[in-house]
Nanobody
């Protein structure tokens, strides 16, 4: 059974920072893309950032220059460093993994709340 374990969400003041982590380390399958999505109340889930196994990154325009995605291929971990947080960043953040051969998986979600 595929398992993704997220951590690092919480409550932070505007302008602050948080770091999200997602572990796929208990899984034996190869990974193509690892990423983070978010869903705010009443809105659709949207891509925040993703990164390929070769290190190519993609960011939503709204987070460019503030968020940084990284991954450790050996540990099968993906991270999202979030700086200069804004109230509009408040959402549930989901880790997503695209496996080489078995489709994709989602984490359980972690709440990020930015107070203004």
């Amino acid at each position: 059974q595929v398992q993704l374990v997220e951590s690092g969400g919480g409550l932070v003041q505007a302008g602050g920072s948080l770091r999200l982590s997602c572990a796929a380390s208990k899984n034996i399958f190869s990974i193509n893309v690892m990423g983070w999505y978010r869903q705010a109340p009443g809105k659709q889930r949207e891509l925040v950032a993703d990164i390929t196994s070769g290190g190519i990154t993609r960011y939503a325009d709204s987070v460019k220059g503030r968020f940084t995605i990284s991954r450790d291929n050996a540990k099968k971990m993906v991270y999202l460093q979030m700086n200069s947080l804004k109230s509009e960043d408040t959402a549930v953040y989901y880790c997503n993994v695209v496996w080489a051969s078995i489709g994709s998986s989602w984490g359980q979600g972690t709440q990020v709340t930015v107070s203004s």
